[in-house]
């Protein structure tokens, strides 16, 4: 890691790059399925995948030739014009959410969420009343950095450096239906909520609360966004993750791992509320280039002919056991929790920064949420073995504590 190569560019890093996120001292140049290799040729076992953009596992083959075919005939269009590959990738979109009849393509997460805000703005206010533009989230909630899905982010310690925040955000307690209705208005448009909280920590939503949740906002005609940005794709053992909640939502936000490591983000939803987006009132100049489409298409085909999904199920429910049996024997080991393949492992002590560090030598990618806790996130086509190496590793590292 250390080595000349590396740290030239490190260094030069530290010097061009806007010091926004505290980088590891690692520098990658190759990458295969689950695996990745430095600059001076090491090979690591990665558990982030690129932070769930990579379901289907780093530079997929099919993904890679979907894109290769595509870059050399034509990329974007524009949008003012109709192109096939985002035609063909929203009528998939359609059919595997079951309940989606129009899509909106962006580029990220945070765009996704940012169309999503508006859509129900303007849906709520066009069909309702002109005030009807407050939005319900949850506390410890992420939804990305643009200053809307920030103002849904209900982190006051990300907030509060770039206030005045989008107004009208109002944040209830999760897995707390009483919450949620303490804070509803003659003016509430949508509740948006993560169905697994994943960068606040990884916490899966109650089935009941979930219900209650789609109940309430039928009753009231609140719009229900669920940001599966994190949660959808395969990642929690379904598809999407509301399958396991048996509802539907009104609105849907995807991006990471659509794209199979391209930018894409997209936003599904109903004919009944799509209506209320009219030429002029969105856009976006990339939004559902025909590389990420195409990339969007091969990652779809690749998780539904490869069962992901259920790969995802049953390998997470393996790799939750073998945790549980870690916590069993450290008392180190706070709280194992999670679904599918995005697993949470707090601990008692802020460890979770010298654990990263340290499995990064012993060339294992790890990721840290906080102080105390570490976040799994692989790609759903890691091996049993590749997880009884994490965990054997994790074993001994966690008993020198
Ligand atoms: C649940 C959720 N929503 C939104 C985002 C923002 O996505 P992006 O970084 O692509 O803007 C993330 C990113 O981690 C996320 O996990």
Not at 130 to 153: D, P
Not at 239 to 266: C, H, R, T, W
Request: charged share 25%; with cysteine.
């Amino acid at each position: 890691m250390s080595t000349d190569k590396n740290m030239e560019i490190i260094e030069m890093g530290g010097r061009y790059l806007m010091q926004t996120y505290s980088r590891l001292p690692v520098v990658f140049v190759k990458s295969k399925m689950q695996y990745l290799w430095d600059i001076e040729g090491n090979k690591y076992l990665d558990f982030i995948a690129g932070y769930g953009c990579l379901n289907v596992g780093h530079s997929n083959k099919s993904v890679v030739n979907a894109i290769k075919k595509q870059v050399g005939k034509i990329i974007q269009p524009s949008n003012v014009y109709y192109n096939q590959s985002q035609v063909m990738l929203a009528k998939k979109l359609c059919e595997i959410t079951g309940f989606g009849e129009k899509v909106f393509f962006g580029n990220s997460g945070a765009e996704s969420m940012e169309g999503a805000i508006k859509l129900a703005r303007k849906y709520s206010t066009d069909n309702y009343n002109s005030l009807r533009y407050e939005v319900i989230t949850f506390k410890r909630a992420f939804h990305g950095r643009t200053l809307g899905a920030l103002a849904a982010t209900a982190q006051i310690e990300k907030q509060k450096l770039f206030e005045p925040l989008l107004a009208g955000f109002k944040y209830a307690v999760f897995n707390d239906i009483n919450s949620v209705k303490e804070l509803i208005s003659e003016n509430t448009c949508a509740v948006i909520i993560e169905p697994v909280q994943g960068e606040g920590g990884v916490y899966p939503a109650d089935k009941e609360f979930m219900k209650e949740l789609r109940n309430l906002c039928d009753k009231k005609n609140i719009i229900l966004i669920l940001d599966e940005i994190q949660t959808g794709f395969g990642r929690t053992g379904y598809m999407f993750a509301y399958q396991n909640y048996e509802i539907y939502p009104d609105i849907l936000a995807v991006a990471k791992s659509l794209g199979g490591g391209m930018p894409i983000g997209a936003i599904i939803s109903t004919d009944r509320i799509s209506s209320s987006f009219v030429p002029g009132t969105h856009g976006s100049t990339f939004g559902g280039n025909m590389a990420s489409c195409e990339a969007g298409l091969a990652v779809l085909d690749y998780l539904i002919d490869n069962k992901l999904a259920e790969r995802s199920k049953k390998l997470g429910q393996y790799f939750i056991k073998k945790l549980m049996q870690i916590k069993k024997k450290y008392p180190v080991v706070k709280d194992i929790r999670g679904t599918g393949l995005m697993i949470g492992m707090e601990f008692n002590e802020p460890v979770a920064e010298k654990i990263v560090l340290d499995a990064l030598k012993d060339k294992l990618v790890l990721n840290k949420i906080s102080g105390s806790t570490l976040r799994f996130l692989p790609s759903l086509v890691i091996t049993k073995k590749n997880i009884d190496t994490l965990v054997k590793w994790l074993d001994a590292r966690i008993k020198e504590i």
